[in-house]
T-cell receptor, first 110, second 117 residues
Framework: EDQVTQSPEALRLQEGESSSLNCSYT??????LFWYRQDPGKGPEFLFT???AGEEKEKERLKATLTKKESFLHITAPKPEDSATYLC???????????FGKGTSLLVTP | DVKVTQSSRYLVKRTGEKVFLECVQD?????MFWYRQDPGLGLRLIYF???????EKGDIPEGYSVSREKKERFSLILESASTNQTSMYLC????????????????FGPGTRLTVT
């Protein structure tokens, strides 16, 4: 059975303090690993798709990387507006659905 | 830009009522999905559809049904609402045209916060 585990559950950073969020996964044949950002009371917003180990993608202060067992979302010099819940999900080759982790709630304070 | 819209942001219904949640996407996507999101449980798939009139059960289909009569519209139906269906409901769509880049990314609507009293 596919499993996605995100850590930590919550993270508090000072503005400018870089850190990483972890997403560990098990899946029978990975089609893609997806990162989303979700603000309170809103739907998840797509950030990145990673397809194979070694792949990296960047967007502003965010950089996502992928190995065969986990993915990291690196946040460089975060700002308060980066505060949100970050969700990781995997899709198996055999299916349509995404299997989501429970998310990491990030708070960046000024 | 992909746009997924949901018929209501907030909805309050009584136990036993029949509830319709509607979702529309404007990007000619093949697949559409309904999830619910609850604190501590994350997003869980209720149903999805890979073509007009085609549907598949997700992880938690009990108490729900769906309808997809047109490609752009996917409805979630609570036949007889119960208090344990109080939740945030999220609709998503994906292109899914084989190996085309970006095919499998799911784009979400704003969500409907349903309260059943």
């Amino acid at each position: 059975e596919d499993q996605v585990t995100q850590s930590p559950e919550a993270l508090r950073l000072q503005e400018g303090e870089s850190s990483s969020l972890n997403c560990s996964y098990t899946v029978s044949g990975l089609r893609g690993l997806f990162w989303y950002r979700q603000d309170p009371g809103k739907g998840p917003e797509f950030l990145f798709t990673l397809y194979s180990a070694g792949e990296e993608k960047e967007k502003e202060r965010l950089k996502a990387t992928l190995t065969k067992k986990e993915s990291f979302l690196h946040i460089t010099a975060p700002k308060p507006e980066d505060s949100a819940t970050y969700l990781c999900a995997v899709q198996a080759n055999s299916g349509y659905a995404l299997n989501f982790g429970k998310g990491t709630s990030l708070l960046v304070t000024p | 830009d992909v746009k997924v819209t949901q018929s209501s942001r907030y909805l309050v219904k009584r136990t036993g009522e029949k509830v319709f949640l509607e979702c529309v996407q404007d990007m000619d996507h093949e697949n559409m999905f309904w999830y619910r999101q609850d604190p501590g449980l994350g997003l869980r798939l209720i149903y999805f559809s890979y073509d007009v009139k085609m549907k598949e059960k997700g992880d938690i289909p009990e108490g729900y049904s769906v309808s997809r009569e047109k490609k752009e519209r996917f409805s979630l139906i609570l036949e007889s609402a119960s208090t344990n269906q109080t939740s945030m409901y999220l609709c998503a769509s994906s292109l899914d045209r084989g190996l085309k880049p970006g095919s499998y990314e799911q784009y979400f609507g704003p969500g409907t916060r349903l309260t059943v009293t």
